[in-house]
């Protein structure tokens, strides 16, 4: 979880405490305007990475046949005024070939989903604050490839503004955001992904998905913006909450 607007990055060791997610507005996508390009640093390294665009399919294990345990890593920037808080959080769902997740889901601030029914997917501490606050990635998650349940065909990556609707915030706001997938053994940078589309309107964005491919796996640029609140999004997906 992100929280901007701040001058100190908290960091509560762990997860986030459980919330009460209050449900408001309409349901539905939406692709408004808002995500701008920009420069997207890779954290001073130099990346041999492929370069994907949305609606792009890459493979992802068949090219590095020893990949077990990746590194999911999110950043972005926020254009906000001083003192006025910006708080995104991420969430990775497991989905079956019917596309619910029977399985399982993760979310970084709700510690009673810190991981994954089946043990795959991990978070370190929390991000507060946001940005990144000298660090590579403002947020990251691991993911365990030999871990995800037979049946998960699907994993999901999905952004979300908490209290968005509340706060009258969109993902306009938001800037020179990009998802990295690294292999966590040499830390090599593998796949980028820059979210240089509009998504203004959207308080919600299904990032990108890691589809299974026989034995392997391949990771596709979504870019999909949402007007949907996580609840929504859940419910969507067959979650209970």
Known sequence: ??????????NNGGLGSPRSFGLG??????????????????????SLAKQATTG???????????????????????SSR??????????ILLLDQQGQSQIGYFTCFDRNHKRTQDGSVFQGADNLVGGTNGEKYSEQSTIKLSNVDPNAVRILIVTH????????????????????????????ELINYNLTANYGQSIAIEVAELVRNGQHW??????????EEYPEIFRRYGLPI
């Open 1 to 10: 979880m992100f929280r901007f607007g701040n001058n100190q990055q908290q």
């Open 161 to 188: 503004i908490y209290d968005a609707r509340k706060n009258a915030q969109t993902f306009a706001q938001v800037s020179n955001a990009s998802i990295t997938i690294e292999d966590v053994v040499s830390r090599r």
């Open 82 to 91: 001083p003192g006025v808080t910006f708080d995104i959080d991420h969430a």
């Open 25 to 46: 507005g309409g349901l539905g996508g939406s692709q408004g305007g808002g995500f701008g390009g920009g420069g997207f640093g890779q954290g001073g390294s130099l």
């Open 56 to 78: 792009e399919t890459l493979s992802l294990t068949k090219d590095n046949p020893n990949l077990n345990e990746i590194l999911i890593g999110l950043k972005w920037d926020i």
């Open 218 to 227: 391949d990771f596709k640029a979504v870019g999909r913006g949402l007007n």
